[in-house]
């Protein structure tokens, strides 16, 4: 563990301590600790979400109303900060990280979409000669009035944790004369879930060691409360009883990392990456998670007595949501968003604005709604569009996860396709045998994340523990294992993402040609070309499935 660098030595101490400028010191003191994960660059308001303008006037709130009563506020988040929206996106993330400077965040860890912009500048994968793959993130980093935490990311030419400006396994602040230790780790599956050609030379240790590690350090150097930003999650329903783990996701990996910890090591863990609310204990130790976006805020009130420097009682909150109109106060205090939050959101908003407006020439004539089935509309629409665009046979897309909203209907414009795909994915052509596509299709019939395709469907059968992968292309005919595929995908699917085509990828991988259009701008182009009027009708699958899996597949029916 390492000390705070003296750059933010004043803002912690600012957003932390400043409370004990109130009331005389009690013994009994509040420290209420507001986690926010998968922001996704969210900072302007929706009719859904409050976006980081929003969230500003809550946390100003509750800082407030702790200032009164002599305790302290902290605002720790779990990761997946900048990547989502053309507001952030268009400056690589800045306009987040200053607005977290703005409201004082405290600590915040890394998630897998940090890695997505690549180098500085244009390029979102190294390109020229001398790039550094992690320099956006490293200079996001470097601009961050508050320490960046991934105790579990290790470079593999040291074997410990990487060691770049700003980044460190863990810190330790202090607030109302309470040390608190935060530890900052990522999902096991960070690596694969962003760009690869930007991950390389890392790799992701064992979350409950990593943790255990940094935090028997905080507790030895006097932490009395020790908090986890890890991004990674699980899944409630019910937030009646914080207590009551009947409607948790209890495999889930926020809560394998609750349960594999010592009792009493750790206090707190925000949890993130699946955009799954929690608000539950475990293992005696409260978890908050939340939807992404700035849907809501986790929140947990500690007591602690300052004499015997020890935790007395915790109330764990439900999810506290953010929508506009939701309430206007807070804590008894009234809720008015951060002047400084606000100007640099007027800044991002001004700079995106003409072209998140910019009309595309068609007119959608119901919603393409974002649901968790693979015959939607808008997965089919998303590969439909990636074939009808390139001489091949088949478009592939990992449909759940990398679509990241529906489209409205109406007039298309630039911003909706832009929040449906944020994300500078290069469109790549593949040369892919029969044998390795039957292989990507029967290893992901197994999986509850199908990818979408189009060109072909797909007949998934059982014969006793062995499965059968019949494929045939839209004009019927089926493909051999000899056959030669033409295959359309993304470069973050060709370098190993979501390990989907996995099976395909040769010694060496694919080799990609950089000089190929993003997958959005050929979205765009697509929508251009097309048809005045676009239905969600015409995209649907149902009647005529494109996977088509046996009723009540075996669990032990693996390709």
């Known amino acids: 563990m390492t000390t705070i660098r003296p750059l933010f030595i004043a803002l912690l101490t600012l957003s932390v301590t400043a409370c004990v400028s109130g009331p005389a010191a009690r013994d009994t003191v509040t420290l209420s600790i507001i986690g926010t994960n998968d922001v996704h660059g969210a900072l302007i308001a929706t009719d859904q979400v409050g976006g980081l303008v929003t969230v500003s006037a809550y946390v100003d709130a509750l800082r407030q109303a702790r200032a009164a009563d002599g305790g302290a506020m902290l605002l720790i988040d779990a990761g997946d900060m900048w990547q989502g929206t053309l507001e952030s996106n268009l400056g690589e993330g800045a306009a987040v990280v200053a607005a977290y400077n703005a409201m004082g965040v405290t600590a915040a860890a890394l998630g897998n979409h940090e890695f997505d912009f690549g180098p500085e500048g244009q390029h979102a994968v190294p390109i020229d000669v001398g790039e550094d793959p992690r320099g956006n993130l490293k200079r996001r980093a470097s601009e961050a009035q508050f320490p960046v935490l991934a105790a579990n990311l290790i470079d593999t030419s040291t074997g410990a944790p990487v060691d770049w400006e700003n980044v460190r396994p863990s810190v330790m602040v202090e607030a109302v004369g309470i040390k608190i230790g935060i530890v900052g780790v990522m999902t ?9 050609a930007n991950v390389g030379g890392l790799a992701v240790a064992p979350l409950a060691e990593s943790v255990t590690t940094a935090a028997r350090q905080l ?6 409360l020790i908090i986890v930003a890890a991004h990674a999650g699980g899944k409630c329903t019910d937030f009646s009883d914080h207590r009551d783990l009947s409607s948790c996701n209890m495999s889930a ?10 009792p009493g090591l750790v206090d707190y863990i925000i949890g993130g990456h699946t955009h ?12 908050t998670a939340n939807h992404s976006n700035t849907y809501s805020f986790g929140r947990v009130d500690f007591q602690v007595d300052r004499e015997r420097q020890a935790v007395v009682s915790r109330h764990v909150f439900a999810p506290q949501q953010t929508a506009p109109g939701t309430h206007d106060q807070y804590e008894g205090f009234p809720l008015v968003p951060n002047p400084d939050v606000e100007h640099v959101v007027r800044l991002a908003t001004a700079r995106a604005e003409s072209l998140k407006q910019e009309r595309i020439g068609v007119t959608l004539t119901g919603p393409f709604k974002l649901v968790p089935d693979i015959e939607a509309a808008i997965g089919n629409l998303m590969t439909q569009a990636m074939l ?21 209907a109406g007039d298309l414009t630039y911003g909706a396709v832009f929040n449906m795909f944020p994300f500078d994915n290069i469109v790549t052509v593949l040369d892919v045998s029969g044998q390795d596509l039957r292989g990507i299709i029967g290893r992901m019939a197994g999986t509850h994340r199908l990818p979408g395709f189009a060109g072909m469907r797909v007949f998934i059968s059982c014969d006793e523990a062995r499965m059968r992968v019949e494929m045939r292309l839209d004009d019927g005919r ?3 294992d000899d056959d030669r595929i033409r295959l359309i995908a993304n470069d973050f699917l060709a370098l190993g ?4 085509l996995t099976p395909a990828i040769p010694d ?8 190929m259009p993003l997958t959005r701008d050929t979205l765009v182009a697509w929508f251009r070309a097309g048809p005045d009027t676009i239905s969600p009708e015409d995209f649907r699958t149902h009647r005529t499935p494109k996977w088509n899996l046996p009723d009540g597949q075996p669990a032990n029916c693996q390709y």
């Open 276 to 287: 799954n609310p929690i608000a539950h204990t475990a293992n005696d130790i409260p978890i």
């Open 253 to 262: 990996e926020v809560m394998r990392l609750a349960n594999a910890l010592e």
């Open 188 to 196: 096991a599956n960070a690596l694969t879930m962003t760009i690869a």
């Open 497 to 500: 993402g979501d390990d989907i």
């Open 388 to 408: 009808d665009s390139f001489d091949a046979d088949i478009a592939i897309h990992n449909v759940f996860g990398g679509i990241r909203a529906g489209l409205p």
């Open 219 to 224: 507790r030895d150097d006097g932490a009395v």
């Open 508 to 515: 060496g991988g694919f080799e990609l040609s950089y000089d």
């Open 478 to 480: 089926v493909i051999g």
